[in-house]
């Protein structure tokens, strides 16, 4: 399959993203662990190290997928959590996972797309997004999005892949990505397209520069970044003052 985003229709892309968390939804977490060898739990305990959730914060999450930055927020201590991601098969994943964790009545599910989220203006003291910024069609409109439902005084984390800083780590990261995580997603998951897509959406997401300079356009202030594991991640955060 040619996942060339750049030349379909941008309803084409949303809906083969969509396709591609509809098949991995049930796999998502194990796939998660799998992949990144469990550094993904590093990197969003790394964001809420930066965060710091206090209990008079709302937080949204965007893209939340099965929750695993929601369920962090609420166990560093942080106030209400709205989870809101244009998948329901991932939003599903995750309610029953936290309801088998117990549950928690502060946690609210919203399916609905980053590009037009389904708040008032002003509704959050932070807003995150974590891995998904690279999948939707339009950054520029959802990062503008995302400053909206944000209160003055807000702030706003995204943690994405980035551009790895260490030339020699190149070759490793490039047979990584494209030869071992399709690989993976064939034996593990049975999609091998699935985790194709995955390799080469990262390589396509703007770079830390670039992202700092998109986050500034749509309006945010004081922005700065915090590479991780070299930069094949990065954390970007900027405020609506
Ligand atoms: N944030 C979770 C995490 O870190 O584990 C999930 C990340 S997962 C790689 C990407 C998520 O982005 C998927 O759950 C997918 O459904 C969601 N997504 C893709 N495009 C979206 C959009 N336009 N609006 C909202 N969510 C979207």
């Excluded at 695993?68 to 029953?96: F, L, S, Y």
């Excluded at 997603?185 to 300079?213: C, H, K, M």
Aim: charged fraction near 30%.
């Amino acid at each position: 399959t040619d996942f060339g985003f750049e030349e379909v229709p941008v309803e084409e892309k949303a809906a083969r993203v969509r396709g591609v968390f509809d098949s991995v939804a049930r796999n998502y977490d194990r796939m998660n662990d799998l992949m990144s060898l469990g550094i993904h739990r590093v990197w969003k305990d790394a964001l809420m190290d930066w965060l710091l959730p206090r209990p008079s914060q709302r937080l949204l999450d965007v893209a939340g997928g099965t929750g695993d930055i929601a369920q962090r927020w609420r166990r560093r201590g942080g106030g209400p959590v709205t989870v809101c991601d244009i998948n329901a098969e991932m939003i599903g994943v995750g309610r029953d996972r936290l309801d088998k964790a117990g549950g928690d009545p502060t946690v609210t599910w919203t399916v609905g797309n980053a590009e037009c989220l389904p708040f008032d203006d002003r509704s959050f003291e932070r807003v995150t997004i974590a891995f998904g910024l690279r999948n939707v069609t339009r950054i520029d409109a959802a990062l503008a999005e995302m400053r909206r439902v944000l209160k003055p005084g807000g702030r706003f984390m995204c943690l994405e892949f980035s551009r790895p800083t260490q030339p020699w780590l190149d070759p490793v990261y490039d047979a990584y990505s494209f030869r071992v995580l399709p690989w993976l997603g064939r034996v593990v998951a049975d999609d091998e397209d699935a985790y194709r897509y995955l390799a080469e959406s990262i390589r396509r997401f703007p770079d830390q520069q670039n992202l700092t300079e998109r986050m500034r356009r749509a309006g945010f202030e004081k922005v700065a970044w915090r590479n991780l594991s070299a930069g094949i991640a990065a954390i970007h955060s900027g405020w609506r003052l």
